[in-house]
C-alpha cells in the first residue's frame, strides 16, 4: 500500500485538483499497485505535530493557492524535504518549494510571495511579466536531470495556470548547491527545480496532472508514486 498526503485546499472548481484526482488512478493502474491518498487541507495541519504527515509514504503539493494556511504547507513540504520522503510540488507547490528552501536553507527568513505579500520589495515569488493563466508551452529539460530521465527527451510541451514563478533575480542561486535548475522556458526562466542528494523532490511551475484529463499518464506523477513505493 503507498499512501499519498496531498497538500491544499481542495476545490472541484479547481481544474488542477480534478486532474490530479484523475492521474493518481491512472498511475495505479499503469504501475499495478495499490494506492490510496487523502487531500489534506492546510487549515488541517496543525502547527508544531508531524504525527499527521508520518503515516504518508510521499507528498504532493497542490495548485491552488494562496492556501488556507501558508505556513502549514511551509511545513508539510520541510517535512518532505528534510525527513527524505518522495516530494512532487506543481504550480503553487513549485512556489512553495522554493519559499520553503529560502527560508530553512538560504537563511532568508523574509524571503516573500508577492501574491501574499504585494508589497514586498523584491519578492522571491513574483509576478510574471507575462500571465501563464491557461496557456501551453515548450520547455528545455536540462541534461543530466532527473526530469530529463523521467520524460526520456529535452523538450516537452506542457500547460499552466499561473501568474507567479520564481523572481529571476534568485535565479543565480539555483546555479550551484543541492537545488537545482531542471527545466526552463524559451526565454531561459526557471520552470521546474529539483533537490539533489533527496529520493525524489522536483518542483514543477507546470502542471503535468493535466494530462491526464485526456486519459494519458503524466510520466512525472508516475515516477513520483514509484518512489513513494520505494520509501
Known sequence: MIRIGIVGDF??????????????PLVARELAVELRW???????LAAGSHEPLEQFDGFWCTPGSPYADTDAALRAIRFARERGRPYLGTCAGFQHALLEYAHNVWQMPLA????????AAEP???????????????????SGTRLAAIYGTARIVEGYHCNYGL?????ARLESGPLAVAARDRTGQVRAVELHGHPFYVATLFQPERAALLARTPPLVSAFVKACGAT
Do not use: F, K, Q
Open 124 to 142: 522571491l515569488i513574483s509576478r510574471l511579466e507575462c500571465s501563464l493563466v491557461e496557456v501551453t508551452e515548450p520547455l528545455e529539460l536540462l
Open 167 to 171: 523572481n529571476p533575480s534568485y535565479g
Open 38 to 44: 487523502e487531500w489534506l487541507h492546510t487549515s488541517d
Open 11 to 24: 476545490s472541484e472548481a479547481i481544474l488542477a485538483h480534478r486532474a490530479i484526482a484523475a492521474a493518481l
Open 112 to 119: 516573500a510571495h508577492a501574491e501574499l505579500d504585494p508589497e
